[in-house]
């Protein structure tokens, strides 16, 4: 019954923004930590951002820190993923993803084997 559908996902130009967004639902928002991943063709699925199930925390990967931003939206089931100044190597499948755990108020897992649900995935390119 869980259900992460993500949007937003297109091609951009080279120092671009998108902005995605992941619809929750059968599942109790507030109680869960929420996070992106992406994969590119041939590498390992990779963590991108999370965010605790407060909102009150946030974590980020190096290679997006300062470009992205992760929030979310309460009274929508949202998450979201804004993003700028793109660049080529962010080319990838784009996921979201929900917590195994509730953890506390600044719980921000950063891999893959502490989420539980996983969206569809959305397609974002970036050309040069």
């Known amino acids: 019954q869980v259900l992460l559908v993500e949007s937003g ?19 109790t928002f507030s109680s869960t930590a929420m996070g992106w991943f992406r994969q590119a063709p041939g590498k390992e699925r990779e963590f991108v951002a999370a965010i605790s ?3 009150s925390s ?3 990967a190096d290679s997006v820190k300062g470009r992205f931003s992760i929030s979310r939206d309460f009274a ?10 793109l660049r080529p190597e962010d080319t990838a499948v784009y996921y979201c993803a929900a917590a195994l755990n509730s953890g506390n108020y600044y719980y921000t897992p950063r891999s893959q084997y502490e989420y539980k649900y996983w969206g569809q995935g959305t397609q974002v390119t970036v050309s040069s």
């Open 9 to 27: 996902g297109g091609l951009v130009q080279a120092g671009g923004s998108l902005t995605l967004s992941c619809a929750v639902s059968g599942l």
């Open 53 to 55: 199930r407060s909102g």
């Open 58 to 60: 946030s974590y980020y």
């Open 76 to 85: 929508k089931y949202t998450v979201h993923l804004q993003m700028i100044n």
